[in-house]
């Protein structure tokens, strides 16, 4: 299975002690990543969850190049992380789209950007293939549905051949069954294409379903608390014994781990 | 002139495959009241032609023959060509919307004021030239009014193309500088620092205000009129493609910047279309600025164009002239307008609905 070869090749995306600190509107400091530690696998499916404002955009920001940490260390195969690069693609809350362009030309804006969109012509029709698009390839984004302007945005990002393909709660604004869908294409495409996945997420029936690693974070300040290794085979049975008993680990580690009251989770 | 396209035609986008929408049921014209409405528009032409061709002419008015590629035309018969061409017109357009309900509603709702301008061009044809009621020699019925196109349409058409090559220029030059300094102030705080004062206020001022300045500055009548048409143009337009530079929003470029673009993509590629909006609002206005612009400067001083036209025509009273030039313009100035209009629906088809104003 995929799980032990990733195992092997270790620590694809370094993350090392990184702390990350913004002030808010009242000169508050507000420790947003607190020495942050994290390997992840090449080939990986990793998810991060944990409440609102626990970091996770954060940590996913500076992975991407975005920001800057203010101590600590980010390395993709071994060389610092200083700014965005398309290997490492990046998929928004809210998708992102660029609203001027059709479905086809947001999907191969990545090429043009990085000047090899001649030699690639043929990708773009791949991809709008694998994210199964190809009745809206002439359509504005706003003519398509949320759930096909995520796909779109995930095929966008792929289409530049990324080590890792970081994903910001990509079905957050998505009802369960577009989402179930999405969620199987997200598996799909991983396997297809072994990039390493980093998928924030709220959801932890979401994380389960999807994920080899489970990251779980806490608030204030935004820290690591604890790593689940999921060992279960693909397709998983979300009614499963197994899922269900992992599912209730990962919801008590969550409500113990903040001293509030527990937030709310879609199933 | 109802058919006059509006400033900006606002109309809404059809997603590619999708139906076109039809008007809610009870907002839909049944057949029967097709019919009336079919008879009113035709009714109201017929009424002008039939004024024009049977009510005596009382009033002393000198009626001159002209011959047009062997034709012998007087104005009345071209009037009357004129009304009869869009008669047959609006006969085949309706008859045409007769089996389309989207394009039968906008036929008949048109129709009235069809009627009316074809009763008030009777009327006015009685007062004006029939019984010459209205005060001569200001305001000429309206067959008059096509006159000087029999008697100098050489010349006429020489003052129409003095005005489009001026305000081509001018519009044109005008656009390039605004959307170019409008990047610039929009993309760079430096130079938004030290110019966009400086553009705020002068963009206040009226074009014509620099005429003097103008006159004495450029060489020739027609470049001094260009600058003037430029500098209306560049204000309005610099403006707001700066603001649409500006009101990028920042996740964009994110966006842009992780899938590996650098400046020039995120200036050419993202602010840019993204400003596309404000800088079609910006032309617009620029345009309105522009005629009124335009046709000053002619009036003060050009060898040629529209203007200079109506202000030959004043020194001789031959007012019917000046209506005839008036007509001109509207006519001229809609079309520009319709086509910049086009221009921007076809850019900003991408746009939500219907295309914002
Ligand atoms: N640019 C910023 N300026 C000030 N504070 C910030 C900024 N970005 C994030 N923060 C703060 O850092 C903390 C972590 O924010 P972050 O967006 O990473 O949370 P999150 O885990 O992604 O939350 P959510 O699940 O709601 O998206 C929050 O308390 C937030 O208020
Ligand atoms: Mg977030």
């Known amino acids: 299975m995929n799980k032990e070869s990733s195992a092997s090749s270790d ?48 940590l996913l920001r500076l992975i991407a190049g975005l920001d800057q940490p203010e101590s600590g260390r980010l390395t993709l195969n071994g060389k610092p992380i200083t700014g965005p690069d398309p290997q490492r693609g990046y998929v928004f809350q809210q998708g992102g789209l660029f609203p001027w362009l059709t479905v086809e030309k947001n999907i191969a804006a990545g090429l043009k950007a990085r000047g090899v969109y001649r030699q690639n012509k043929d990708l773009v029709a791949y991809f709008i293939q694998l994210v199964g698009l190809q009745d809206f390839a002439k359509s504005y984004p706003h003519q398509i549905s949320g759930g096909m302007a995520q796909r779109v945005a995930i095929a966008r990002a792929l289409i530049n051949n990324p080590d890792v393909l970081l994903l910001d709660e990509p079905m957050g604004a998505l009802d369960s069954f577009t989402r179930a869908d999405l969620q199987d294409k997200l598996l799909e495409l991983h396997r297809e294409n072994k990039t390493t996945m980093l998928l924030v997420t709220h959801d932890v029936d979401e994380a389960i379903y999807l994920s080899d690693r489970i990251v779980i974070m806490t608030p204030r300040p935004g820290r690591i608390s604890e790593i689940l290794e999921v060992n279960l085979p693909h397709p998983r049975h979300r009614g499963g014994t197994e899922f269900l008993h992992l599912r209730r680990r990962i919801l008590e580690k969550l409500h113990l781990a903040s001293a509030m009251p527990p937030p709310e989770y879609t199933i | 002139m109802d058919d006059l396209p509006d400033i900006l035609p606002a109309r809404p986008l059809f997603p590619a495959g999708q139906k076109k929408q039809l008007p809610p049921e009870e907002r839909r014209i049944p057949m029967k009241q097709w019919g009336v409405h079919f008879t009113l528009t035709l009714l109201g032409f017929a009424v002008a032609i039939a004024v024009n061709r049977w009510v ?14 062997g034709f012998p035309l007087t104005f009345n018969t071209l009037y009357r060509l004129i009304i009869g061409g869009l008669l047959l017109f609006y006969a085949v357009s309706g008859l045409f919307s007769y089996s389309d309900p989207e394009r ?38 309206p067959a008059k ?9 050489n010349f006429i058409w020489e003052n129409i193309l003095y005005s489009l090559r001026l305000f081509a220029a001018g519009f044109t030059l005008g656009v390039i500088l605004g959307i170019g300094t409008g990047i610039l102030i929009g993309w760079f705080p430096k130079v938004y620092y030290w110019f966009y004062p400086l553009l705020k206020m002068t963009g206040v001022i009226p074009a014509v205000a620099w005429m003097p300045f103008a006159l004495t500055l450029f060489p020739t009548p027609f470049s001094a009129a260009v600058f003037l048409i430029v500098i209306c143009g560049w204000f309005s337009i610099a403006s707001l493609t700066a603001q649409g530079i500006q009101s990028t929003p920042k996740a ?13 993509y995120l200036v050419f590629r993202v602010a840019i279309p993204q400003a596309m909006p404000e800088i079609f609002t910006g032309i617009a206005n620029a345009n309105g600025f522009a005629f009124t612009t335009l046709v000053m400067a002619e009036m003060m001083g050009q060898p040629g164009g529209l203007g200079y036209y109506i202000n030959l025509s004043k020194v001789w009273s031959a007012y019917y002239k000046v209506f005839a030039a008036i007509l001109v313009m509207a006519i001229l100035f809609s079309l520009i307008m319709k086509i910049i209009g086009l221009v921007r629906a076809r850019v900003l088809r991408w746009q939500k609905g219907w295309v914002k104003e």
């Not at chain 2, 009014?145 to 349409?153: D, H, K, N, R």
């Open chain 1, 11 to 58: 620590g694809i995306l370094k993350i090392e002690e990184v702390n990350r600190t913004y002030y808010d509107d009242d000169g508050h400091r507000v420790e947003a990543l607190q020495k942050i530690n994290l390997s992840v696998r090449r080939g990986e499916f990793l998810s991060i969850i944990g409440s609102s404002g626990c970091g996770k955009t954060t």
């Open chain 2, 104 to 141: 039968r509603n906008k036929f008949t709702s048109r129709a009235p004021f069809r009627l009316v301008m074809g009763l008030v061009l009777a009327v006015w044809d009685i007062l004006g030239t029939k019984l010459l009621l209205l005060p001569q020699p200001f305001f000429p019925g």
């Open chain 2, 252 to 264: 964009l470029f994110e966006v842009a910047r992780t899938l590996g673009a650098k400046t020039p």
């Open chain 2, 56 to 69: 005596k002419q009382t009033a002393n008015v000198v009626i001159k023959t002209y011959t047009v590629a």
């Open chain 2, 145 to 153: 009014i096509l006159e000087p196109f029999l008697m100098e349409a």
